[in-house]
């Protein structure tokens, strides 16, 4: 049996864009229906920014449901970000056991697995926990993630943590692929998500970036 990765600190517990991949589970319709660790739309918009983030930076982004046919296909905001990837619909409820996805998961050749799921304390604990225990650096996206209740999420978190599974924020993931403001190209695609789902942060730079524009003018 495999062992859990020691944990790590410093530079190299950091994720790079080179290193990483971005696991999606189970954002359908019926998962939603039961959500109540989080506002959905607040899932909604920060599991979108997420997969944009990846998107920008060129980390794999394996997409997943389980039982289409009954739950819904993936939310159309999230399906838009990669419209010619069709989604891995799965019967297993852990997604670690799906041979597909673990195979996708390998064909990148990445050690630091980026996740998210709907229900944190089912379909993101599960793979999350199996997957450290199998050498895999495992990094839990809770604000892209949520559960049927409050306690229900907070514990699948707790859980995790005591398996080595790193929480973390869709922001926080953004700060660490970024990592350099002088990565102009990924900057200026980045300003572009964070205007549309940055909530706070995106009305500050949208008034940055007015100055910046009035300042220009005047010169």
Known sequence: ??????LKNGLSALLTPEESVLVLIDHQ??????????????????????AK????FNVPTILTTVLEDRGGKLIKPL????PEQKPIDRTFINTWEDSRVVEAVKKTGRKKIIM?????????AMPAIQAAGEGYEVYAV???SGGVSAEAHEMAIRRMVMAGVVPITWM?????LQRDWARQEQAAAMAGVFLEHGGG?????????????????AA
């Open 29 to 50: 319709a019926f998962q939603f229906a039961n959500l109540h660790s989080h506002e959905p739309t607040m899932i909604v918009n920060n599991v979108v920014a997420l």
């Open 116 to 124: 998210a799921a709907l229900w944190s304390e089912i379909c993101l």
């Open 1 to 6: 049996m495999t062992q859990s990765p020691v």
């Open 172 to 176: 926080a993931v953004a700060g660490e």
């Open 142 to 144: 809770t604000d892209a």
């Open 79 to 82: 399906q838009d970000v990669f």
């Open 201 to 217: 942060t995106g009305i500050a730079l949208a008034w940055e970036l007015q100055l910046l524009g009035q300042k220009a003018a």
């Open 53 to 56: 983030t990846a998107k920008v």
